[in-house]
């Protein structure tokens, strides 16, 4: 299935291409716009001259790796950390799932295991793990019994993070629901505080 996360035909080929292209998107997601961590796999490959490949990243000297994400531009507001979650992550692959990404989730029996699975992913928290749960359902089709509940809102139908940019138009509509959803969060919060200090008022 066609992917269309970062508005750049080359970048969202080798996401569709390479499971681990996407699966380091997904660990890069977060403190930057979505469009910069899902491209930023492809500018590693060109960075390298080669191919991402698990092995090849995993047996690299850390501090080697780390100059090809603090090479500017850079590949993430924090590079020189995401650099390293990388290179765990490529590690974690090759000790678990025999260098091969795609082996974190064809092996996987059921929704439980699976998210069981990237959530032991190192850089993958709870939030992440359903999102790249719903993403791996809904634009891969890999849909292991169980996987609706540990995606939980993430896969419903609707625009709620990447794994509903389905085409030209969606990034948006994903971005507005995230932003009505940090305003309401903001204006709760707001509430929460305005009634303590009422409550704390002589």
Not at 11 to 32: G, R
Not at 175 to 193: F, S
Request: aromatic residues 10%; charged residues 30%.
């Amino acid at each position: 299935m066609a992917l269309y996360i970062t508005g750049d035909a080359e970048a969202d080929k080798l996401l569709e291409e390479n499971p681990l292209a996407l699966l380091t998107a997904m660990l890069l997601d977060q403190q930057v716009p979505m469009e910069w961590a899902f491209s930023a796999p492809y500018q590693l490959k060109q960075r390298l001259g080669r191919g991402l490949d698990c092995a090849e990243i995993a047996a690299m000297d850390e501090d080697e790796f780390k100059g090809y994400f603090l090479e500017k531009p850079a590949l993430h507001r924090y590079p020189a950390a995401m650099a390293e979650r990388t290179h765990a992550l490529c590690r974690d692959l090759v000790e678990q799932y025999d260098g091969k990404a795609e082996n974190l989730w064809n092996g996987a029996t059921t929704g439980a295991e699976l998210f069981a699975r990237l959530r032991a992913l190192p850089g993958f928290g709870e939030q992440k793990a359903r999102i790249f749960l719903a993403l791996l359902a809904k634009r891969l089709g890999v849909k292991p019994p169980g996987w609706e509940e540990f995606a939980g809102d993430y896969g419903a139908p609707g625009y709620y993070s990447v794994a509903d940019i389905d085409g030209p138009g969606a990034l948006e509509k994903v971005r507005e629901y995230k932003q009505a959803k940090k305003a309401a969060a903001k204006q709760a919060a707001a509430k929460k505080v305005g009634a303590k200090k009422a409550k704390a008022a002589p």
